[in-house]
């Protein structure tokens, strides 16, 4: 009679990748087992420019998420857009160092700002807080306010506050990618980073945007004092 024998083999269990061709991959697999995985960033700046006399201040809120709970921030670059921007500080949760350098070759003058985060950081959203300034010629009548760029980010948003100290009217001239809004429709963090009155509040409509103002300076008078005798 015949015999037969059965045999039973153990087989590493792999996942197999076919082409469209029907032709089996493995090194396709492995490759794509072992890609890094790139963390999509939404950025959400909020901008609170105070224009006082001879100098803008302004501070701004950057709020920086992915799109998936795996990933993490590693690092973080933006830059300004504007003559003159100094960058004051910078402070955030996870932030291990910054540098500033100014952008070579660009038509607009531009201040790089790139940010590094500690290893340990392991959330999925990140929030920095930045204090620039930029002084201005009291006998222009236009300003040209800063505007930023966030890179590598899938999409930017945000919103512009505008405050204005004693003796400095302020009035829109132009804009571009910005829609007006009332202060009241701005976000509760933006408005309660001052206690003046907001005159001027914009939301994006895209992140390449601009505002110009008209401002005008008044000249501050001395109160005569007078005493009244009875």
Known sequence: ???????????????????????????????????????????????????????????????????????????????????????????????ESWSVEKAVGSGTPTTLVHVLLKSSHLDSTTMLKVHTEMDRDPSLAHLELPSIECHNVLRQTGEVAIIKEANVEVHEHKIAGLARCDPSDLSSRLRLNTNRPIVLGYKYLNAQNSILLNVKEHTSIDTLEASIDR
């Not at 089996?24 to 909020?46: F, L, M, S, W």
């Not at 990933?71 to 504007?82: E, L, P, T, V, Y």
């Open 1 to 95: 009679a015949d015999r037969v024998q059965i045999r039973w083999l153990h087989l590493a269990k792999e996942e197999i990748v076919t082409s469209k061709d029907g032709i089996i991959d493995p090194g396709e697999h492995n490759q794509t087992a072992n890609a890094v995985v790139v963390p999509q960033i939404i950025a959400k700046h909020e901008a609170l420019h105070s224009v006082d006399e001879g100098i803008l201040r302004s501070t701004h809120d950057l709020l920086f998420s992915t799109t998936s709970d795996v990933s993490s921030i590693n690092s973080i670059r933006f830059s300004f857009h504007g003559k003159g921007v100094r960058v004051a500080s910078l402070v955030g949760h996870a932030v």
